[in-house]
């Protein structure tokens, strides 16, 4: 079921991520670290359609979102049955740390044991993310790679009903790779005419 996303990770990206979804007509579960009860008034900022879970909550949605800072994906992934799932890797290596030739989305797939990751939402701001995607007559472009080909399907129907343009880069490997940071797309901004 893809009429639900759950975001794990709370802060400026996971709550971008929630508006973006909401604009696309998802319900949505957010979770953090702290707990539920800890987001009342982050779930009362974002508004109807959005409630406040468990990471384990979050997870059992439609799309999941992981929205955490790179150094914290590990704990925050731990524990939850990831078989099948459609994942959405929102996170950035900010340190550029050296990943002997891979992705950072390909780590995080490494992780979610049975997954079905797609690396998009990493490439804007969070206040760009969260922001009307339709502007100067055009929309937003929305950066997504991965290796399955369903996941991928998902991810792009999810952007394209928040009123994106979703451009596929192709899988993990070679799409991801230009979605990282210091590399080509990184903080690129584009509107598609």
């Given at each position: 079921?893809?009429?639900?996303?759950?975001?794990?990770?709370?802060?400026r990206l996971g709550q971008a991520m929630a508006r973006?979804?909401?604009?696309?007509?998802?319900?949505?579960?957010?979770?953090?670290?702290?707990?539920?009860?800890?987001?009342?008034?982050?779930?009362?900022?974002?508004?109807?359609?959005?409630?406040?879970?468990?990471?384990?909550?979050?997870?059992a949605a439609g799309i999941v979102v992981i929205a955490?800072?790179?150094?914290?994906?590990?704990?925050?992934?731990?524990?939850?049955?990831?078989?099948?799932?459609?994942?959405?890797?929102?996170t950035n290596d900010w340190a550029a740390d050296d990943?002997?030739?891979?992705?950072?989305?390909?780590?995080?797939?490494?992780?979610?044991?049975?997954?079905?990751?797609?690396?998009?939402?990493?490439?804007?701001?969070?206040?760009?993310?969260?922001?009307?995607?339709?502007?100067?007559?055009?929309?937003?472009?929305?950066?997504?790679?991965?290796?399955?080909?369903?996941?991928?399907?998902?991810?792009?129907?999810?952007?394209?009903?928040?009123?994106?343009?979703?451009?596929?880069?192709?899988?993990?490997?070679?799409?991801?790779?230009?979605?990282?940071?210091?590399?080509?797309?990184?903080?690129?901004?584009?509107?598609?005419?």
């Amino acid at each position: 079921m893809t009429d639900s996303v759950g975001i794990i990770g709370a802060g400026r990206l996971g709550q971008a991520m929630a508006r973006t979804a909401r604009r696309a007509g998802r319900d949505v579960v957010i979770a953090n670290s702290r707990g539920p009860e800890s987001l009342a008034s982050v779930v009362s900022d974002l508004g109807d359609g959005v409630s406040a879970g468990t990471a384990e909550q979050a997870a059992a949605a439609g799309i999941v979102v992981i929205a955490v800072p790179w150094g914290s994906v590990p704990e925050a992934v731990q524990g939850i049955a990831w078989k099948g799932k459609a994942v959405i890797d929102a996170t950035n290596d900010w340190a550029a740390d050296d990943l002997n030739g891979r992705t950072s989305s390909e780590l995080v797939a490494d992780l979610l044991v049975g997954a079905r990751v797609v690396k998009a939402a990493n490439t804007l701001g969070a206040e760009v993310l969260g922001s009307d995607p339709q502007e100067a007559g055009g929309r937003r472009v929305m950066f997504i790679s991965g290796d399955d080909a369903e996941a991928k399907s998902e991810v792009v129907k999810l952007f394209q009903d928040a009123g994106f343009a979703a451009i596929d880069l192709g899988d993990l490997a070679a799409g991801g790779a230009m979605q990282q940071i210091h590399h080509p797309l990184a903080g690129v901004n584009l509107i598609r005419l």
